[in-house]
């Protein structure tokens, strides 16, 4: 399916936040590719079992270590030709609650690796932005050349990476290309906590018989992308990192579904009668959240491989087995 995505033999690939949701499924693919990898987590909402499957693998490392320090990512990028940045610290609501946290570790975790980067002269650095860097943006279908103003300080700390991105490249000549993921799902995405995303949380509700509370009146659109095209988008924009230099990319499906329409296709999958609660609208959430996907599909030839329905009907099978 993606046969054309090949990088030279022997590469070397750093996957930061490797021990959770996204970096864990990049590296592994990145191993069945038969490539070397280095995952570098701090273990903050990451988790041993995420990588527990590739321990034994002569071709992965984990590294214990945290994107706030300097040193740990000089360490981390030695000998790497590709740097796949996915550390930081996730959640629109927490970050209202704990603002200097998120800055430490989004944009002076992600300074830190582009610092490091530029000086081992990596090959590419993509990092993981965000669609909420969109904010109040009022166009229906996010472009990438449209952001409107930010909503919280996640959003912020997204926003100014986007910026050192564009700068190392300008500045420094470091391959950067930033990521704007919409909502990720998948296996390995934590169902658990406050904070947790809504597919595997109501995933979870609805098989253990929980009641399930829509924040708002389940109007608000998403554009719901499954972790395997996100996948995707991470190794192209390494492999064309020179081409998409301090660029950023919509990363999506390119198609959207209400919360609440999501939630009724839910309880048809799973055979479950359960009708929600809606509790209040979430400070900071962005109402309608639909990705232009054009610009990665031109410049990156990256075309979605698994849909939203056939992505759930996996998603579910997997929460099956592993909840
Ligand atoms: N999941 C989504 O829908 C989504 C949407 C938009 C953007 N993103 C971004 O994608 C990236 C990955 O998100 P995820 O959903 O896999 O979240 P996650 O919480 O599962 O993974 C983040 C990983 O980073 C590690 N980490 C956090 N701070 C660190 C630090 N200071 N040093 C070292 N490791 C650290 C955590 O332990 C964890 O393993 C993040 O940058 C996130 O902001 C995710």
Redesign the pocket.
């Known amino acids: 399916m993606n046969s054309d995505i090949m990088f030279e033999k022997g590469s070397r690939f750093l996957v930061?936040?490797?021990?959770?949701?996204?970096?864990s499924n990049i590296c592994e693919k990145l191993l069945e590719m038969g490539y070397f990898v280095r995952c570098?987590?701090?273990?903050?909402?990451?988790?041993m079992e995420n990588i527990a499957p590739f321990m034994e693998n002569e071709n992965f490392e984990f590294v214990k270590?945290?994107?706030?320090s300097l040193d740990d990512c000089k360490n981390a990028v030695k000998g790497i030709d590709y740097v796949l940045h996915?550390?930081?610290?996730?959640s629109v609501p927490r970050s209202i609650e704990e603002p200097l946290d998120y800055n430490?570790?989004?944009i002076t975790?992600t300074l830190n690796m582009m610092e490091a980067s530029r000086n081992a002269g990596v090959k590419s650095f993509v990092y993981?932005?965000?669609?909420?860097v969109y904010g109040d943006d009022e166009l229906a279908v996010k472009i990438e050349e449209s952001i409107g103003k930010m909503l919280s300080p996640?959003a912020f700390t997204?926003l100014a990476c986007e910026h050192y991105g564009s700068l190392y490249s300008s500045l420094y000549g470091l391959n950067t290309v930033g990521l704007?993921?919409?909502?990720?799902?998948g296996k390995n995405?934590?169902p658990m906590g406050a904070y947790a995303?809504v597919i595997p949380k109501f995933i979870k509700e609805i098989l253990k018989g929980e009641s399930v509370t829509i924040d708002g009146d389940g109007g608000q659109t998403r554009d719901f992308v499954h972790i395997e095209n996100v996948v995707q988008a991470n190794l192209r924009a390494a492999l064309y990192g020179e081409k998409a230099k301090g660029m950023v990319f919509n990363v999506a499906y390119g198609d959207t579904v209400t919360l609440l329409e999501f939630y009724n296709e839910l309880t048809r999958l799973l055979r479950k009668d359960v009708k929600p609660n809606f509790g209040p609208v979430r400070p900071g959430d962005i109402r309608h959240s639909s990705a232009d996907t054009k610009k990665i599909r031109e410049i990156l030839g990256y075309v979605p491989q698994v849909s939203f329905l056939e992505g759930l009907g996996k998603t579910i099978e997997w929460y099956k087995n592993n909840l």
Do not use: C, H, M, P
Request: zero cysteines; charged letters at 20%.
């Open positions: 930061t936040g490797g021990a959770g949701f996204i970096g570098l987590d701090n273990l903050s909402t990451g988790k270590g945290d994107i706030r996915q550390a930081a610290w996730g430490e570790n989004n975790g993981a932005s965000s669609a909420s996640y997204k704007r993921y919409f909502n990720v799902f995405q934590d995303s």
